[in-house]
């Protein structure tokens, strides 16, 4: 007897992948993988600023909780929905185009 292998049905997956897009998800994994790299080069920097003196473990959760914050930004505007971002945008721009 064959056991049956259960799935969800078509409509159920093709209804949870428009929830949000693909593009979405590669937008968040680039965001921490350069979160990653920055406080790493930070890291870095410091301990051949300091030649060597502090090591890159006792270093690193400092420069994590660095780049967390100034990466903060790039998060908040990820998570704004698109409208607000244009509008915004427009409205920078116009003030900008007054003052000039």
């Known amino acids: 007897m064959k056991s049956e292998r259960r799935s969800f049905p078509r409509s159920a997956r093709a209804s949870a992948a428009r929830k949000l897009p693909a593009s979405a998800l590669?937008?968040?994994k680039l965001l921490h993988v350069s979160r990653q790299l920055y406080a790493h080069a930070l890291t870095l920097q410091e301990v051949i600023r300091s030649e060597g003196e502090v090591a890159y473990e006792?270093?690193?959760p400092k420069?994590?909780?660095q780049a967390?914050?100034?990466f903060e930004i790039f998060y908040h505007t990820l998570k704004r929905p698109s409208g607000l971002r244009k509008r915004g945008a427009g409205?920078?721009?116009r003030r900008l185009n007054q003052a000039g």
């Open 91 to 93: 409205l920078r721009n």
């Open 26 to 28: 590669d937008l968040e």
């Open 63 to 65: 420069y994590d909780r």
């Open 58 to 60: 006792v270093l690193r």
């Open 68 to 70: 967390a914050q100034q």
